[in-house]
């Protein structure tokens, strides 16, 4: 009776050991640094207005033209000789 009660000693001790081995106390958390100082922004600072837009090319575009109107302004230019649209 002794062996079994020995045995059985053991056996609840070896039992003991795995469950308080087995959970670990949690360490408490760490306390979060404290948020930096909010800074004051900065004033507005005014933005020049855009400049003023380039004057626009009145002369009429010779290639948005019809193709023959086209041809007779590069000839007449002097750009090309002999042009052909097809």
């Known amino acids: 009776m002794s062996r079994k009660l020995m045995a059985m000693g053991w056996v609840c001790a070896l039992g ?3 469950l ?3 959970c ?3 360490e408490p958390e760490p306390v979060p640094p404290p948020p ?3 800074e004051e922004p900065e004033p507005p600072q005014e933005v020049p207005p855009p400049p003023a837009p380039e004057p626009v ?3 009429p575009d010779p290639l948005s033209q019809d ?3 086209a ?3 590069a000839v007449r230019m002097g750009l090309l000789g002999d042009v052909y649209f097809d």
């Open 67 to 69: 193709l023959v109107t």
């Open 71 to 73: 041809q007779e302004y």
């Open 20 to 22: 308080l081995a087995g």
């Open 16 to 18: 003991m050991a795995v």
């Open 24 to 26: 670990p106390k949690k």
């Open 36 to 38: 930096p100082p909010v």
């Open 57 to 59: 090319d009145e002369t």
